[in-house]
């Protein structure tokens, strides 16, 4: 009888918090990005001389993949299946800018000095925006890979645009594009950077670090030094110099690398890091 008497308690608990949850939801269900994302105030993780602040959001985003300031103040935010948002008052409040983007997954975004906004997606391409945001425009032509991964400026005013299949320049702020891939046929990119003798370095999917001088007509591997366990230490997510022009790679498991001597040798850098996957510097 006790037994009885137990069981049918434990339906009434379960009855009681089902009604609960019914009636007094929690406030995480998911709500739209735009009016989810509110800035709250900072706070001290103890110990860590970090600040951290939190929002409302982003519910049903799966992540925030890239971040650029445009240059009429707002914020741009690029997330990854829910297309672009906007913040015109330093991250209060947010709205979607998605007219004329065929792809709401964002992997990178760039802004040049005149106001043009560029955004590399995974499926459709390249896209460009003349007026903040508010609209967007296909600017593929010669483009022969539709993910397009990361996008540099060279000091002549040449874009570059990493893809699925190496890497693209334009000389005409995307117009039109050809590939810039001797050497790198093939290959993923994932990032690009250029030191102060107009070198150029990539970061790839699965073959480390490729270096152009800037009088080559060629890409070559400088993954020396790199004491790899395997094929995710050879993911290069993000490449960095630092004003001393050390170069710095993050990777997808092992950590992060650093170079004195622009790439020639390499060494391990990961003292205090709690997590080696690296997805920014």
Same mark, same amino acid.
Request: aromatic residues 10%; hydrophobic residues 40%; glycine residues 14%.
């Given at each position: 009888?006790?037994?009885?008497?137990?069981?049918?308690?434990?339906?009434?608990?379960?009855?009681?918090?089902?009604?609960?949850?019914?009636?007094?939801?929690?406030?995480?269900?998911?709500?739209?990005?735009?009016?989810?994302?509110?800035?709250?105030?900072?706070?001290?993780?103890?110990?860590?001389?970090?600040?951290?602040?939190?929002?409302?959001?982003?519910?049903?985003?799966?992540?925030?993949?890239?971040?650029?300031?445009?240059?009429?103040?707002?914020?741009?935010?690029? =997330?990854?299946?829910? #297309? *672009? %948002?906007?913040?015109? @008052?330093?991250?209060?409040? &947010?709205?979607? $800018? /998605?007219? !004329? +983007?065929?792809?709401?997954?964002?992997?990178?975004?760039?802004?040049?000095?005149?106001?043009?906004?560029?955004?590399? =997606?995974?499926?459709? #391409? *390249? %896209?460009?925006?003349? @007026?903040?945001?508010?609209? &967007?425009?296909? $600017? /593929?032509? !010669? +483009?022969?890979?539709t993910?397009?991964?990361?996008?540099?400026?060279?000091?002549?005013?040449?874009?570059?645009?990493? =893809?699925?299949?190496?890497?693209?320049?334009?000389?005409?702020?995307?117009?039109?594009?050809?590939?810039?891939?001797t050497?790198?046929?093939?290959?993923?990119?994932?990032?690009?950077?250029?030191?102060?003798?107009?070198?150029?370095?990539?970061?790839?999917?699965?073959?480390?670090?490729f270096?152009?001088?800037?009088?080559?007509d060629?890409?070559?591997?400088?993954?020396?030094?790199?004491?790899?366990?395997?094929?995710e230490?050879?993911?290069?997510?993000?490449?960095?110099?630092?004003?001393?022009?050390?170069?710095?790679?993050g990777?997808?498991?092992?950590?992060?690398?650093?170079?004195?001597?622009?790439?020639?040798?390499?060494?391990?850098?990961?003292?205090?890091?709690?997590?080696?996957?690296?997805?920014?510097?």
């Amino acid at each position: 009888m006790t037994v009885k008497k137990a069981f049918l308690g434990l339906i009434l608990v379960s009855i009681l918090v089902l009604v609960g949850t019914i009636f007094n939801p929690p406030k995480s269900l998911p709500v739209p990005f735009e009016q989810s994302l509110t800035l709250r105030p900072g706070h001290l993780l103890p110990g860590e001389g970090v600040t951290l602040y939190s929002t409302e959001g982003p519910f049903g985003v799966d992540a925030i993949e890239a971040t650029v300031t445009g240059t009429d103040g707002g914020i741009y935010v690029g =997330t990854f299946g829910g #297309g *672009l %948002f906007k913040s015109d @008052n330093q991250g209060i409040s &947010w709205r979607p $800018v /998605n007219r !004329g +983007l065929h792809d709401k997954f964002i992997s990178t975004l760039f802004v040049l000095k005149d106001g043009k906004i560029f955004a590399g =997606t995974i499926r459709a #391409g *390249l %896209f460009m925006s003349k @007026n903040h945001g508010d609209t &967007w425009i296909s $600017v /593929n032509k !010669g +483009l022969e890979k539709t993910d397009v991964t990361t996008l540099a400026i060279l000091p002549s005013g040449d874009l570059l645009a990493g =893809t699925g299949k190496g890497v693209y320049k334009s000389q005409n702020q995307g117009q039109s594009w050809e590939a810039f891939n001797t050497g790198l046929e093939h290959t993923q990119i994932k990032s690009i950077v250029i030191d102060n003798d107009q070198n150029l370095y990539v970061g790839t999917q699965g073959l480390g670090v490729f270096k152009r001088e800037a009088q080559g007509d060629q890409w070559f591997s400088i993954v020396n030094g790199f004491a790899f366990k395997g094929l995710e230490e050879r993911v290069i997510r993000t490449l960095l110099f630092n004003q001393n022009e050390v170069l710095f790679a993050g990777t997808m498991a092992a950590g992060i690398f650093r170079s004195a001597d622009r790439g020639a040798t390499w060494q391990h850098v990961n003292t205090g890091l709690r997590n080696y996957s690296i997805r920014g510097l």
